[in-house]
């Protein structure tokens, strides 16, 4: 690159620059990167800068960083800083132009000095996405402990129901009279439901993980099928397909019930449509690109939507939705969604929720190969 009178700097030849050849590592990084000279103009950009401002690296080459930013002067003054070796790394929030966007960007700026004289290292980390990769990692951490806690607290419920059963069908045994024994009878049964509650429970972590490849319409299909073999009147169950979607290696029989819990949830949900016949659920898949869980990314991932038009998630449980024994419905054991969200993140996915009055969507992200 050589400097043109405007003081951009402008590719002398179609040959790589040195700088993408050095800083080519830093496409495969989810964070937008920008390396920049002394004076703020860029030298490089990574393929997540790219996308996040919507032109290309060859564009972006020998323009001033600053000007997509709606002051530049906290970067010029991070620059002088880094001249004088003032500061390691330096960090402050701005906002950021995009090709194509009426409006702006929130981003955390991080400025470091690079290990090359006159080169300065910016990271842009938007702060939407901070704040999902951290609420994704406070899922994980909550959903772990809810693990450990449902586990032990099973296995605290199991001992002492073997004993309580035993015991009243035992005393059962001993009385004469059919009025009393119907007391027992209650006994045992509520024993027994505790029992089937304990099982749901603990089922997730007894049975194995059975791999193998799995056709995620096959998946819907049966679920469609179930669905509509339980709810044959006033529900309509639409297909939304992106057919070129791949298999991939997982538990077929763990991801429909995921998926089939979920839709069965939101079929229950929508009992008033369904008495005026107008209930829907769709089942839609898609690929997501450059997909980022957590803090690891990945090049491709399937994306599951099962959405319903019923009255949404009620405002005092949408934040705890997947917590175990969490239900908005009278009578529900508010697990669920709690096994949903298990199955899915032991394909490495995630699952969240979007609901208002009228749409209720439950998307679900399982990385592809």
């Given at each position: ?23 080519q ?44 930013f ?79 806690l ?30 009393l ?41 049966r ?44 079929s ?15 089942l ?73 009055p ?12």
């Open positions: 690159m050589k400097a043109s009178a405007s003081g951009r700097l402008t590719e002398s030849s179609n040959k790589p620059s040195p700088w993408s050849l050095r800083f590592a830093f496409d495969l990084l989810a964070t937008p990167v920008a390396v920049i000279n002394g004076r703020g103009l860029v030298l490089f950009v990574n393929a997540a800068l790219e996308d996040t401002i919507g032109l290309s690296r060859r564009t972006l080459q020998g323009l001033h960083l600053g000007e997509y709606t002051d530049k002067k906290p970067l010029e003054i991070a620059l002088e800083g880094a001249r004088s070796n003032e500061f390691a790394a330096l960090r402050y929030e701005a906002s950021l132009q995009r090709a194509n966007h009426d409006e702006l960007l929130p981003v955390h700026v991080i400025v470091a000095q690079s290990d090359q004289a006159d080169e300065v290292i910016v990271e842009l980390l938007p702060i939407e996405q901070q704040t999902r990769q951290e609420r994704e990692e406070r899922i994980v951490d909550q959903a772990q402990a809810n693990k450990e449902i586990r032990n607290l099973a296995h605290e419920i199991k001992n002492p129901l073997g004993g309580i059963r035993g015991a009243a069908q035992l005393l059962e045994m001993e009385l004469d009279s059919k009025d024994t119907e007391y027992t009878q209650v006994i045992i049964r509520e024993a027994d439901r505790l029992q089937t509650l304990v099982d749901r429970l603990l089922a997730p972590h007894r049975k194995p993980h059975v791999v193998g490849d799995v056709n995620m319409h096959e998946v819907c299909e679920v469609r099928s179930l669905i509509l073999a339980e709810f044959p009147k006033g529900l309509k169950v639409v297909r939304d397909y992106d057919i070129s979607i791949p298999e991939f290696r997982g538990d077929r029989e763990q991801l429909i019930q995921a998926v089939l819990n979920i839709a069965h949830n939101a229950q949900a929508l009992t008033d449509r369904r008495a005026e016949g107008d209930a829907e659920l769709t839609r898949t898609r690929i997501a690109r450059q997909v980022t869980f957590g803090k690891q990314r990945y090049r491709l991932a399937l994306e599951l939507h099962v959405i319903d038009n019923g009255p949404g998630v009620p405002d005092s449980i949408k934040d705890r939705i997947f917590f175990p024994l969490i239900s908005g419905r009278e009578g529900g054991s508010g697990l669920g969604l709690t096994l949903a969200q298990t199955f899915v993140q032991q394909h490495h996915g995630s699952i969240e929720c979007d609901s208002m009228g749409r209720t969507d439950f998307k679900i992200l399982i990385p592809l190969p």
